[in-house]
Every structure is written in C-alpha cells, then in structure tokens.
Nanobody, 118 residues
Framework: QVQLVESGGGLVQPGGSLRLSCAAS????????MGWYRQAPGMQRELVAI???????NYADSVKGRFTISKDYAKITVDLQMNKLKPEDTAVYYC????????????WGQGTQVTVSS
C-alpha cells in the first residue's frame, strides 16, 4: 500500500523559496520513479519534476533552473526545493509515483498549498 504525505507549502513572496517534502511508504526509492506535480485553480494537473530510481532528474520547462528534486534515503522522502518562486507557481503540489500514464492515477495525497504573492 503506497502512502504519500506532502508538506512544506505556504505563502511566500515572489522571488522567495520553499522546500516541499513527501513522506513516502510502500515505495522503494532506489527503484520507483517519483514525481512532483501541481494543480492550479481551474487548471489540469501538470508534471513539475521527476526523479528516477537511479537518480536521474527531469523538469518542466517552466521550472527548469529554479526547482530541484531530490530524495533522502534515510528519511524516505522525495523533496522539491523551489527557488525564485513566481506567482504562476501558485498551486497545490502533489507527489506520486511517475509512469508515462500518470494522468490515469486514481490515488493522490492531499497535497500541499503553495501560494506566491506579495
């Protein structure tokens, strides 16, 4: 049974930083590909960043150079460091496994709200 709990969101001014964390159980960090996703009001959920079991990373163009995905084997978390935040980064952020058909996933955590505003 996979359980994912996101935390670390909040209100931040443009240009600020936040670090999101996803506490994961029922996954194997060294094998499972993991992703961070976000959904803004009225918008479809979108993929933000992925990290493979082997540690390779990939990012959406909109966050490349500003966000960094990583994983902590000791804490069993998948983290997202977000720098130089922009108002358009405002969304609920979720973590989940990553596969090519992630849009069909039925199970998502509660997410964590990130609001970028002055």
């Amino acid at each position: 049974q996979v359980q994912l709990v996101e935390s670390g969101g909040g209100l931040v001014q443009p240009g600020g930083s936040l670090r999101l964390s996803c506490a994961a159980s029922g996954i194997i960090l060294s094998i499972d590909n993991m992703g961070w996703y976000r959904q803004a009001p009225g918008m479809q959920r979108e993929l933000v960043a992925i990290i493979t079991g082997g540690g390779n990373t990939n990012y959406a163009d909109s966050v490349k150079g500003r966000f960094t995905i990583s994983k902590d084997y000791a804490k069993i978390t998948v983290d997202l460091q977000m720098n130089k935040l922009k108002p358009e980064d405002t969304a609920v952020y979720y973590c989940n496994k990553y596969t090519y058909d992630w849009r069909s996933f039925a199970s998502w955590g509660q997410g964590t709200q990130v609001t970028v505003s002055s």
